[in-house]
């Protein structure tokens, strides 16, 4: 069992907008930044969002991060059928001697 | 460009020992801290360990902590993940990662260890 709740399933039709949800604690979330990655079907994660709501360049701005408390929420706008994958929320852990910690991922499938 | 090349999975016996090998190249690997982060066939993703760039600062998830040795060699650009005593549920592809600032920034393609007899 995860540290960090995701749903396991998301999905949308292309065009639509859809969140997913990252649940923490005041240990991780409450006191971290949270990071999020996407990761395509047979490939090694990617880093979609960090610190909360920043974009590495070539992340399109149809990805988007946000932080309240002990929560955290992705959101993608426009739907396109190439962000079906699985997306991992993760988050330092300060009770957790350094420790890092990841949500259960989300398989977003795109209908 | 940013390159982590993982080595060293394979097939082991339950007990056994394997060397994970990442080499780095296209930054300055001597500035960055690195982890090693493992996915297990069909699950999430599970962090397993940290080193800060000088080897200073070593963390481990409790659930390898004892038997997994984490080190790097700053003259070879390479990362290590020393794991003994292995069991079942150490099968996993096992990424290296790269971490400053920002967690993760970059990832290697993985190597698979499969722990079966």
């Known amino acids: 069992q995860s540290v960090l709740t995701q749903p396991p399933s998301a999905s949308g039709t292309p065009g639509q907008r859809v969140t997913i949800s990252c649940s923490g604690s005041?240990?991780?979330?409450?006191?971290?930044?949270v990071y999020w990655y996407q990761q395509l079907p047979g490939t090694a994660p990617k880093l979609l969002i960090y610190?909360?709501?920043q974009r590495p360049s070539g992340v399109p701005d149809r990805f988007s991060g946000s932080k309240s408390g002990t929560s955290a929420s992705l959101a993608i706008s426009g739907l396109r059928s190439e962000d079906e994958a699985d997306y991992y929320c993760?988050?330092?852990?300060?009770?957790?001697?350094?420790?890092?910690?990841f949500g259960g991922g989300t398989k977003l499938t795109v209908l | 460009e940013v390159q982590l090349v993982e080595s060293g999975g394979g097939l082991v016996q339950p007990g056994g020992s394997l060397r994970l090998s990442c080499a780095a190249s296209?930054?300055?690997?001597?500035?960055?801290?690195m982890n090693w982060v493992r996915q297990a066939p069909g699950k999430g993703l599970e962090w397993v360990s940290y080193?800060?760039?000088?080897?200073?600062?070593?963390y481990y998830a409790d659930s390898v902590k004892g038997r997994f040795t984490i080190s790097r060699d700053n003259a070879k650009n390479s990362l290590y993940l020393q794991m003994n005593s292995l069991r079942a549920e150490d099968t996993a592809v096992y990424y290296c990662?790269?971490?400053?600032?920002?967690?993760?920034?970059?990832w290697g393609q993985g190597t698979l260890v499969t722990v079966s007899s």
């Open positions: 610190r909360n709501n």
């Open positions: 005041s240990s991780n979330i409450g006191s971290n930044y």
């Open positions: 080193i800060s760039s000088s080897s200073s600062t070593i």
């Open positions: 993760a988050a330092w852990d300060d009770s957790l001697s350094g420790q890092v910690v």
């Open positions: 990662a790269r971490t400053d600032s920002i967690l993760f920034d970059y």
């Open positions: 296209g930054f300055t690997f001597s500035s960055y801290s």
